[in-house]
Structures are given as C-alpha cells and as structure tokens.
C-alpha cells in the first residue's frame, strides 16, 4: 500500500521527565526505573536503570511513568539516541519519549527515529549543549506504511539488531579470553625477576608539528596515534614525516609508551610493537629497541594485560600526567624464559587475527543495517 506522510505527533504521544528533588530522600531508591540519556542507545531495549525514584518521587515531579514499549527518545546533549523499555520506567527531561498510538508499531518507530537523527539535531538549539523541544519533536515529518508493512520492516531489522548483538557478544568474548589466557599462563609459568632497562636500549626523539608532516619521506608514528591505539600491535602508520635529520628511527619490534596523558586516562598507558621497519616517532612518546633475549610481542601483551597499572604509578604531574623512561627504568617485570614467552605470544596473535576477522564481519553487518534504513523507508 501508499505511505502515508504524517507527523510524530500523528504517530505517538510525545511525554518529557522530570527529575524529583534530589535532597529529598524519600524520593529515591524506589522500585522505579529512572532513566538518563546515558543509558540510553547502546541497546535497542532497556530494563533496569542505575537509579530508582519511589512513588512519593513520582508523584511529587514532573516525571512521568512510561508504559512498556514506550520508545525512550534522548532529547539532550546526544540528542536522537533512543532504546525501547521492557518495564514501566521513567526518565529525567533530557528526553521527549514517544508512546506509539494504535496501529503503530513501536519497533517500527524505534528504526523510523534513526532515519530521522539528521532532523532531530537540526530542529535543537542551545549554547551549552543542543535540546529539542516535544513541539519540535512532534512537528517532525515522516512517512508510515500500513501496519502490516511496518511489522515486516521492523522485523527484518530486529533479526539483523540480533545478529549485531550476537557478533558483539562473539568479539568480546574472545577479548576476554585473551585476558584469561595471559593471566593463567602469569600465575603458573616459572618466573624470572627483570626491570624495565633490561628489555633493551631506550630511544625518543624531538617533537614534530604539523609544519613537519608531509605526503613523503619516512613514515611517522604521531603520539595521538599511539594513545588511540588499543590493539597490542600497529600494523599501519597513517602518518609521513620529511624532517628524518638526528633522529633515531625505531624498527620492527619495539615497545613504544606514549609519555603523557591525562589524569582520567593513565589506565591508557600502553605499549605497542610496530610491526614495520624504519618508523620515526613523534613527540611525547618514548621507545625500547628489545633485546633479542626477549619476544616483543609478549612484552607487549604483558604489559597491556598485567603491568599497566603497575607502571602508571611511576607517571607524575597534576593537569597532564608525564611517564619518562627514567622513572620506569628500575620498575620490577615478572617474565617467563623466551621459549615460554614465544608459545603465549603466538597464542595470543592467533586470537588478535580472530578479533580481526570478526570486526570486519561485525562492520560489514552494520554497514548492511545502515544500507536497509536507508532503502526501506520513505
């Protein structure tokens, strides 16, 4: 059948929240699911919440209680975010929730709002963060097929949501096998005592700007690359750098540490091994040419896995933490012999390539979800 142009206020009933006074105890640690938009969006549906107002909270705010199924729209700051409740619930005014009228499906609305992200954040306003009003959110133009159409659509979807979750689920599972892995093998492998110097000899450069950075000439490891980098191993350097003159290159092999950070991220100090010949690195970032005693890549894991917290109390400073190597340098490792360390290593590179493999799928299924929101609605 034709799609019906319409409005959301056509389709649902647009309700807002409300937060109860917050000084007032009794209002909270009820049985009553109070939600924010941070919790909101990184699952289609949504069941308990971190906090719970009681009835007395209820009744005593402009919150409002949402029956099941109520599609929980997130009005402000991350403005589109939306995730279905499975319970009664209610929610603070950072949302403008849409209850479906009859004839509606709420599933389809939930798919109909992500094609609509563009109009919701174009429609908001404010200096501080953006907010859109429930008249705005109402006067917003859709298309809706009959009923029958919009169970198909939104069933079709579901099964590919279901899926996403399922590849999710597959890659953090192998991630925490990873962990599981390196600290079986830490508790019951024979361990020998090192510090940090005895890996091999450390190495930095200078600082590079922008100004430095060209499409040729020896490529470059910036520290920003670094500190976004969760893999144990950079298999890519996107950046190039011409100014090569006194600068020490680093090689296939070493264990790279950016220097500094700041406070909220020192868990983020990690090495990585490059996995190239040659590379120059930017500035604040220090390297160690390994010691061929020593294999790399378990360095690296172990260091991911079982030493970060370890070393990031050598880091000082107050606004931007710095970890030199001369702080480190006499930090105590715990480390199996090389034939031990080589046999983990190439266990947990098998499981990096099988990570790998299922990301790529995992994308390519959210590119296919993508593809259908867009073809399957007008």
């Given at each position: 059948g034709e799609w019906e142009k319409t409005k959301f206020g056509d389709i649902a009933i647009v309700v807002g929240g409300g937060t109860p006074d917050t000084n007032t105890s009794q209002y909270w640690n009820g049985?009553?699911?109070?939600?924010?938009?941070?919790?909101?969006?990184?699952?289609?549906?949504v069941y308990n919440s971190v906090r719970t107002i009681s009835e007395e909270g209820l009744n005593k705010s402009s919150a409002k209680l949402l029956p099941i199924g109520t599609i929980l729209l997130s009005s402000r700051a991350t403005v589109g975010e939306c995730s279905i409740n499975k319970k009664e619930c209610t929610t603070n005014q950072g949302f403008q929730s849409l209850i479906p009228?009859?004839?509606?499906?709420?599933?389809?609305?939930?798919?109909?709002?992500?094609?609509k992200r563009k109009d919701l954040i174009r429609k908001s306003c404010g200096s501080t963060f953006l907010e859109i009003s429930a008249n705005e959110v109402r006067k917003i133009v859709v298309s809706i097929?009959?009923?029958?159409?919009?169970?198909?659509?939104?069933?079709?979807?579901?099964?590919?949501?279901?899926?996403?979750?399922?590849?999710n689920k597959i890659i953090e599972d192998l991630k925490k096998l990873k962990c599981a892995i390196i600290e079986k093998h830490f508790r019951q492998a024979k361990l020998h005592k090192y510090k940090i110097c005895d890996l091999g000899v450390p190495f930095s450069v200078g600082s590079l700007s922008k100004e430095d950075l060209s499409e040729e000439g020896h490529e470059c490891i910036l520290y920003g690359e670094l500190f976004t980098t969760y893999d144990c191993v950079i298999n890519e350097v996107k950046s190039h750098?011409?100014?090569?003159?006194?600068?020490?290159?680093?090689?296939?092999?070493?264990?790279?540490?950016?220097?500094?950070?700041?406070?909220?991220?020192?868990?983020?100090?990690?090495?990585?091994?490059?996995?190239?010949?040659?590379?120059?690195?930017?500035?604040?970032?220090?390297g160690i040419h390994i010691d061929k005693k020593f294999n790399a890549y378990y360095l690296s894991y172990y260091i991911n896995l079982i030493a970060r917290k370890k070393l990031a109390i050598y880091a000082k400073g107050s606004?931007?933490?710095?970890?030199?190597?001369?702080?480190?340098?006499?930090?105590?490792?715990?480390?199996?012999?090389?034939?031990?360390?080589?046999?983990?290593?190439?266990?947990?590179?098998?499981?990096?390539?099988?990570?790998?493999?299922?990301?790529?799928?995992?994308?390519?299924?959210?590119?296919?979800?993508?593809?259908?929101?867009?073809?399957?609605?007008?």
């Open positions: 049985k009553i699911q109070w939600f924010t938009p941070s919790e909101i969006g990184r699952n289609k549906y009228k009859e004839n509606i499906s709420n599933e389809f609305v939930y798919y109909l709002i992500q094609t097929p009959t009923i029958k159409e919009q169970d198909k659509i939104a069933k079709l979807l579901s099964l590919l949501d279901e899926r996403i979750a399922t590849q750098t011409n100014k090569i003159a006194n600068t020490t290159l680093s090689q296939k092999g070493d264990l790279l540490f950016p220097s500094s950070t700041t406070v909220d991220a020192v868990s983020l100090i990690s090495p990585s091994v490059i996995d190239m010949p040659n590379v120059i690195l930017g500035g604040d970032m220090f606004t931007i933490i710095h970890l030199h190597y001369k702080d480190i340098a006499k930090a105590q490792l715990l480390l199996p012999d090389l034939c031990e360390q080589d046999k983990i290593a190439k266990c947990m590179m098998a499981e990096d390539a099988k990570i790998k493999v299922e990301e790529q799928l995992l994308t390519k299924l959210e590119k296919q979800k993508q593809y259908l929101l867009r073809q399957m609605f007008i």
